[in-house]
């Protein structure tokens, strides 16, 4: 089983790591599932929209709900997340990789990408999450173990990337 995670501290830090490390993965022949995510602005608005890109080559959706600058709470839209995963699993068959940019909330309680990370390891198929420090926990617990922690480096990620891959590191 391969399956590697990344926690960079800092908002945003592990979506906009990630989304490099994807293009740098792409443009390397490695065919990937799953999804890379921004953060765009908006002008008049406290918090950012989230929007994520189905790898390899979209579509983009936006996973955030405007429920306006006084909103507290979840903003995420649930039924546009799973409208990605199965995007992604359609991508699965076909892909060396599995990148999730996110092990949140919905797959600390076992749903989102979860059954979908679980199905690519069952497969054979390395999977790179990022994972922020709130849901680490949980994480652990799902990886029962037998997760990889990588650095922030682009170089150790790409590396651990082909060789689970069976690929020699540039």
Known sequence: MQLAYVSIPGRGANDLFLAGVAARLLDGGIRLAGTVQTNPRREGR????????????????????????????????????EAA??????????ADLLLVNKFGKQE??????????????????????????????AFQGFAEGLATALPGDEAAVLDWCQRACGLQPA
């Open 85 to 94: 995963v199965s995007g992604v699993a359609a991508a699965l068959p076909g």
């Open 46 to 81: 406290i918090k950012c929209d989230m929007d994520l890109r189905v790898l390899p080559d979209g579509p983009v959706l936006r996973i955030s709900e405007d429920r306006g600058n006084g909103a507290r709470g979840c903003r995420l839209d649930a039924g546009v997340l």
């Open 108 to 137: 600390s309680e076992g749903r989102g990408f979860a059954p979908l990370i679980a199905e690519a390891l069952s497969r054979g198929i390395p999977v790179l999450c990022g994972v922020n420090g709130l849901n680490l926990p």
